[in-house]
């Protein structure tokens, strides 16, 4: 287990952090509905459906990693990558100026490199 821990930390990383905003969106929808940041977003998603898809997507990868399915990593990686990308291109262009946006490219360039790495 120790070695899965070190050599796949990187993936770990990516499907907690996805499955913990995910979690958060769903507990506290008002975030999309209230803060500015979340306009683009808000116009886009469901409030339920994208919390709970970032948690699903998590939990994939992070069962992809642990049980070492090819198909569940590959599939969840790829959607992951797009998701948190669609929120970084958001947040960049969404009124007020924020730095919400780096986080949200530095998950998906995390999930591109995770996708390099085991390509």
């Keep these: 287990m120790?070695?899965?821990?070190?050599?796949?930390?990187?993936?770990?990383i990516l499907s907690l952090v996805s499955?913990?905003?995910?979690?958060?969106?769903?507990?506290?929808?008002?975030?999309?509905q209230s803060y500015k940041v979340y306009r683009l977003i808000d116009g886009m998603f469901d409030q339920?459906?994208?919390?709970?898809?970032?948690v699903i997507l998590g939990l994939m990868k992070l069962l992809g990693v642990v049980l070492n399915k090819k198909v569940l990593k590959?599939?969840?990686l790829t959607t992951?990558?797009?998701?948190?990308?669609?929120?970084?291109?958001s947040f960049l262009i969404s009124?007020?100026?924020n730095t919400v946006w780096i986080f949200s490219l530095a998950m998906a360039l995390l999930a591109f490199g995770i996708a390099l790495k085991e390509g």
């Design 2 to 12: 120790w070695k899965v821990l070190v050599l796949k930390w990187d993936s770990l």
């Design 19 to 32: 499955i913990i905003y995910g979690v958060q969106l769903l507990l506290y929808p008002d975030i999309l």
């Design 48 to 54: 339920k459906l994208i919390s709970l898809t970032f």
């Design 74 to 76: 590959r599939f969840s």
């Design 80 to 89: 992951l990558s797009f998701l948190w990308m669609v929120f970084a291109i």
């Design 95 to 97: 009124p007020p100026a």
